[in-house]
């Protein structure tokens, strides 16, 4: 058993909003609508002989050819659609089939409930308002359409429902246009959600790789650097020993100073990264990594301690962006609800590498609780976007691990990550550090 003490802020992604629709979606989707609607006066007015208001009806659905075809011209097929616009285009096919409708039989007619399809796709891609609004426009006519609508197109006398028969329609639609909206819209924003919390996820991602590279260039620079650099201060020394105190002993002397004042910089530069543990992407114990994970967190107030033990020899993991990234943010949110301290719990066998983030806070509340893992979830309300720990379990489980969320009996929350203990074992297997140490041995 050891125990370490160290230091333990860093601010989350923002995230950037999704994309509009495109012309072209919408445009595809009402030449579906004309098709079939052209279809469907054909077979029941031309084929099965049922007397229709086939002129009214078919400037209903040119109306809609001649609009695609004017907005196909006067619009690229990849113009996106502002929210406004897309809401106006599904009002004008919610109007377009009432007229429809109302030119056969209006709920009478069996394809009435297609009334429904634009506000659903207006649940799926436009906000709240938007869809909405074009509920109400739905529900204002398929009220106008129980009450006013020409006949349902019959053989051989007009076609009548009873009056409670029509309201049970009536209320059918309403109902199901409720659910529809309600579940596309939320599966719909659940699914934009996600999608931002990803690119945010990935966006950490690339700043810690960013970051490890630019070290590791740091490195090269150094090691390249040192050999011209040092063939100029051999010259330097060798001019300052031929003119002794002559005019120009004195731009000598600074020409040295100055090269040993880069020599010393790029020693700088190179004394971390040089270094076997915090090479990047090299492996190093578990410990020192946990370590260097929670150190840029610091908290005056607010210490963290490291205890590490286990069964057998300690594992070596590798210095991965995720692992460094997943672990500092969980250490950052323990730091911020803490009251006196934090505790880093490393254990290890030959199944499993577990590290436990403690705090001595108040913990999770129960609705935080169910809900930990997923983006968007925060106590902090008006602080930040809730996508710290979501950024973390996801990087933590794309090194393989398994992330639990808990409250301790004696108080306090508590993350516990477990890896299998196999994934390190194969990384050092395959690891190059460790056929170079072969190679040196042969």
Not at 206 to 216: F, I, P, T, V
Not at 247 to 269: K, T
Request: proline share 6%; with cysteine.
């Amino acid at each position: 058993m050891r125990a370490s003490i160290i230091s333990v802020g860093r601010s989350l992604p923002i995230v950037a909003a999704g994309a509009p629709l495109r012309l072209r979606t919408l445009n595809v989707l009402r030449w579906l609508a004309v098709t079939g609607q052209a279809g469907a006066l054909v077979v029941v007015g031309g084929l099965m002989g049922f007397p229709l208001p086939l002129f009214a009806a078919a400037l209903c659905v040119m109306a809609s050819a001649l609009l695609n075809f004017v907005l196909h011209v006067a619009y690229p097929s990849s113009k996106r659609l502002s929210e406004r616009e897309a809401s106006l285009y599904l009002a004008y096919d919610v109007l377009q089939l009432a007229a429809l409708l109302y030119l056969t039989g209006g709920l009478h007619n069996p394809f009435s409930f297609l009334i429904l399809v634009p506000v659903t796709i207006s649940a799926s891609i436009l906000g709240l308002r938007a869809t909405i609004g074009l509920g109400a426009l739905a529900l204002a006519c398929i009220s106008t359409l129980a009450v006013f609508h020409l006949p349902l197109p019959w053989r051989d006398a007009s076609f009548s429902l009873e009056p409670i028969y029509l309201a049970g329609i009536w209320t059918s639609l309403v109902l199901g246009m409720g659910f529809i909206v309600v579940y596309a819209w939320r599966v719909a924003a659940e699914a934009r959600r996600l999608a931002d919390a990803y690119g945010a996820t990935r966006e950490a991602l690339a700043k810690e790789q960013r970051l490890s590279a630019l070290g590791a260039l740091a490195a090269a620079a150094a090691h390249e650097l040192g050999t011209p650099l040092a063939t100029i201060a051999v010259v330097a020394r060798e001019l300052q020993h031929e003119l002794g105190s002559g005019p120009h002993a004195e731009d000598v002397g600074l020409l040295l100073s100055q090269a040993r004042r880069c020599r010393e910089i790029l020693q700088r530069l190179a004394r971390r990264p040089e270094q076997p543990d915090e090479t990047p992407y090299s492996r190093m114990p578990l410990t020192a990594l946990i370590e260097a994970a929670a150190a840029p967190h610091q908290a005056r107030n607010i210490p963290c301690w490291t205890d590490a033990d286990g069964d057998g020899p300690e594992p070596a993991v590798p210095r991965s962006p995720e692992i460094l990234h997943g672990v500092g943010n969980l250490v950052e949110n323990a730091v911020r609800h803490a009251r006196s301290r934090v505790d880093l719990m490393i254990d290890w066998d030959h199944a499993h590498v577990i590290v436990a983030v403690r705090d001595d806070g108040p913990g999770f509340t129960p609705e935080i609780l169910q809900s930990l893992g997923e983006p968007y979830v925060t106590s902090r309300r008006g602080e930040g976007l809730g996508l710290g720990v979501f950024i973390a379990a996801t990087l933590l489980a794309h090194s393989g691990a398994e992330v639990a969320f808990s409250n301790r009996q004696q108080g306090g929350a508590e993350v516990a990550i477990r890896w299998p203990r196999r994934i390190f074992d194969a990384e050092q297997e395959n690891s190059p550090e460790k056929g170079a140490q072969e190679d040196q041995t042969r």
